[in-house]
Each structure stands twice: as C-alpha cells, then as structure tokens.
C-alpha cells in the first residue's frame, strides 16, 4: 500500500496544521527589538486576542507553551498553603493541578462522571459545603484532549454564584480558544490560559494570559512573587520590553498576527460554525463504524463532546497498530491516547486551520487502516461524516 507519498497530514490535537500564509510571516530575519515596526505590530495583536477570548482586559503574553503560563497562572494568584478545587475530567486538569502542587499549593479534586463532562451541581454542593471558603480557587479546562471533553464554563461559572462562594474561577483555553465559543467577560472568568499553537494557527512558543480585576487583586495581595512569570512587570502597555521581560519573539509575532488576520477575516462566529460542522462530520462516522464494532466516542453525551478533538475508544482494536498504517502506509498521523486513556483510544484533531477535505481525508484514511487490520466496523463513515457536515453548515 505504497500510499504515503505526498503531503504528510498531521491530524493530532495540537500542534496543528499551520497555515502557509502564517509560516511565510514567520520566515525573516531577526529585526530591531526595541522600536519600529515590531512594537507596533505586537501592540496591534492586543486588540485581537481580546476579541477572540471576548474580553476588554489587556492580554498578557509570555514566551512559552501552556505548562508555562499554567505556572504564570499559580503563582499570580496563590501562596503556598493555599488550596485549589481542581475539576477533573481528563488529563489537563491534573497537569494544571501538578503545576499548583509544585508551588506548595494544596489540591482537592473533584471527579466529572464517567465520560462526560463536569457536574455544575456538583461543583455547587462541594462549594457549599465550603462554608470557611477555605478554597481560594476554581480551575477546570475548557476542552481536554485527552478525553475528548468540552466543559460548559458558563454553567459552572452560574454554580460557582449560587454557591456565594468567593474562590477565583480559572479555566483553560488552549484546545477551545479559537476554536468554539469563550466569554471570558460574560461568563466571569477570572484567569483564561491559552497558546498560539492549536486554534491560533502558529507554531508553539507564544502562551497568554487573560486576568480579571479580582485575580490582579489576589496578586497584589500575595506574599511570594515571581520575577519572570509576575504579570505585573506585563501590565504596562508602554513598557514593550516588560511586555516578554527580555528578547521578543520576533517571528512569532509576525506569525500570530498573520493567523489572527485569518481570523478576523473569515469571522469568529464563522470559525466557530466550521469547527462545530466539523466535528458533528467526526462523530456521525464515529458513530456509523460502530453500528456492528466497538468503536464509539470516548463521551458518551455528543452536547458534551469538544468540537476541536475527537477521542475514539477502540475496544479490541489496538490503536497503535491503527495509528502506525495510517502513519507508515498513508501518511496520516492521528493521535495517540493519552494518560488513562493510552492503551484504549485514538484521537482526531479537528481545530484550527482545517476544511472538509482535510477532515474527510483523515477519516478516510483511518476507515483504509481498519480495514487493513481486518477490524470489526461497518465501513461508510466518510459518507456519513460528509452527510453530516453538510447538514451542520445548512
């Protein structure tokens, strides 16, 4: 099956698929750091990293991926000796909870049922029960790519007000900012964590920070202070060399202003629509390969299925063998289980810089692989998937 020549098709949740455009930007040489047309075009990047996440605060940038500004976002907020409500629903949470523990931050977790997402209620009963509003935080993930999960931050956010409960809410945006719909404002987020390297469409490096007034209160009122993740050294918008506390990311910025014009653009709203057509397209041929087989999605409820990554179960399949023809004899990489979820799932990234064709491509060569495994589905998933997106755009 010598069919893996050609353009290689990374459909993993993250990094993503660049756009072109975005990797030409990036391709120049170093320039000043210190004046001209860098300072103006990262200060013209502010304005769009607040619509994207619907927020009027100034974004905080760092030179990092998540786990840096996940470690930007404790010690901002939280002394040692403080404890944190961590909502588990997959990988993510955890890392972000490990990253708190590091820093001598104490973590109670509260479990999401079985393949589905986080419980509101339950979130409101524990926080109840917190009646010397000992936990001084909330922090949950948006979409983990892990289990394949989209969380409603809204919901929670109502939890979190009908519980009176003082405890910041701080989420994580890195698979869903760019990718479905986030209100960090109107839902009263406290602390949004994201990257530039899945639904902002550029390579990873670039981490940010959106903060409410009550997180930059928490800050001033901390006895420990960091000298390079401290976001107060970032708040001031004249002060460009605070702004990365050294050297700028020169390509970076000319990259994440390329994606970001891609963005505005085709228009959030529309960015969210084709991701939610997208992924209604992964789960109808999800859905059709295992009318007579074990594959199904890894949540159960497709309300609470992420619209950038899909996590299959594969039962008796094994998925390493799966991903290795599509990888060695196709020429698709999909995506490897992670954490609990290694041994018995596969995963499709469908965010960011990603069509029908591309999308039908991976599903059709991951139909190709089953049937070169001689797996138990029923074939016909692509015509599903395209059924299904045509009826998600109509």
Known sequence: MPLANGRHFLSIPGPTVFPDAVLQAMHRPAINIYDGELVEMTYSIFPDLQKVARTEGTPLI?????????????????????????LESGRFAVGWAETAEAFGVEVEYLHAPD??????????????????????????????????????????????????????????????????????????????????????????????????????????????????????RRMDPQVFYENFCGTAPVQHIYGLRKALDMIVE??????????????????????????????????????????SVSA???GSIDPTVLRKIAEDKLGVTLGNGLGQFAASTF???????VNAPMILGAL???????????????????????????????
């Open 115 to 232: 393949r589905a997402g986080v419980d509101p209620q339950m979130v409101e009963d524990r926080l109840r029960a917190d009646t010397n509003h000992e936990l001084k935080a909330v922090l949950v993930v948006q979409i983990d790519t892990a289990s394949g999960v989209w969380n409603d931050i809204a919901a929670i956010r109502k939890a979190i007000d009908a519980a009176g409960h003082p405890a910041l809410y701080m989420v994580d945006c890195m698979a869903s900012l760019g990718c479905v719909p986030y209100e960090h404002d109107a839902w009263g987020v406290d602390v949004t964590t994201s990257g530039c390297q899945k639904g902002l469409m550029t390579p990873p490096g670039l981490g940010f920070l959106h903060v409410s007034e009550k997180a930059k209160a928490a800050r001033n009122a901390l006895s420990r202070k960091s000298y390079y993740w401290d976001w107060n």
């Open 62 to 86: 760092y030179i990092s991926n998540g786990h840096g500004v996940w470690e930007a976002s404790v010690v901002n907020t939280l002394d040692e000796g403080d404890k944190v409500l961590v």
């Open 347 to 353: 995963r499709i990234g469908h965010m960011g810089h």
């Open 312 to 314: 299959i179960l594969t």
């Open 266 to 307: 085709e228009g959030l709203e529309n960015v969210w629509a084709r991701h939610a057509a997208i992924a209604k397209g992964v789960r109808a041929a999800v859905a059709h390969w295992g009318q007579d087989g074990p594959l199904e999605m890894n949540i159960r409820n497709d309300a609470e299925c992420s619209d």
């Open 364 to 394: 059709g060569v991951t139909e190709m692989a089953l049937s070169e495994m001689k797996a138990p589905f029923t074939p016909g998933g692509v015509e599903a998937a395209a059924k299904a997106m045509v009826g998600g755009v109509a």
